[in-house]
């Protein structure tokens, strides 16, 4: 059987045929094949782990981030996949958000030069992934779903706070290409902070 033109099984008997079709793997071969050829074996041992080629496929993909040597069989066919996966993927989300945190760190170096001050308000920008989750749970809003355009430049937050409350979040603003996109208070208000004050802020940007 050919998948892709590029993956092929010797099915030698019908209890395989059931097994491949139990398997449900639709367009996960291909995928997998880059990391492990041996597709049969792989068929066989997802069916003992009772787990499908799309957690296996997941599986393979953060060992392969996190540098693991995917010829060791213990990496490839480990006795616990669930357990294994699970661990991997707390590493990977580990290593993403350190990775995610000091992009936004250097992004908010180059952003300083645009902090505000005015009417007892100062503007600056995030300075970590931290920060971000930070201002969701304590303004109840989704800013901590920025993180990584932030970090890739894609888009710019601020955080708005009171001269004598420097530390606690009182409202997050958008900023990209010189503008105010959106403003956010507690639980999104849009009204905590005129729009005066901010389009006194863009004006610094030109």
Do not use: W
């Amino acid at each position: 059987m050919c998948i892709r033109d590029r993956c092929y099984f010797h099915l030698e008997n019908y209890n395989d045929i059931k097994l491949y079709a139990s398997l449900n793997a639709k367009n996960y071969y291909y995928i997998i094949e880059r990391y492990n050829k041996n597709l049969n074996k792989v068929c066989h041992y997802l069916d003992d782990q009772k787990e499908g080629f799309h957690f296996y496929r997941d599986y393979l993909s953060f060992a392969y981030e996190l540098g693991y040597d995917l010829d060791n069989k213990n990496v490839l066919y480990p006795y616990n996949l669930k357990i294994a996966h699970d661990e991997l993927e707390e590493k990977f989300r580990v290593k993403r958000d350190k990775e995610i945190s000091l992009k936004i760190n250097k992004r908010s170096k180059e952003l300083e030069k645009f902090n505000f001050h005015k009417n007892y308000l100062s503007i600056f920008p995030a300075h970590s992934q931290n920060d971000l989750i930070r201002e969701s749970r304590e303004l109840k809003h989704c800013v901590r779903t920025y993180a990584e355009r932030v970090a890739n430049g894609e888009t710019n937050i601020f955080f708005i706070r009171k001269d004598n409350q420097l530390k606690k979040p009182y409202v997050t603003l958008e900023l990209n290409n010189n503008r105010v996109i959106q403003v956010r208070g507690y639980m999104n208000n849009v009204n905590t902070v005129s729009y005066t004050h901010l389009r006194a802020h863009e004006t610094t940007l030109h």
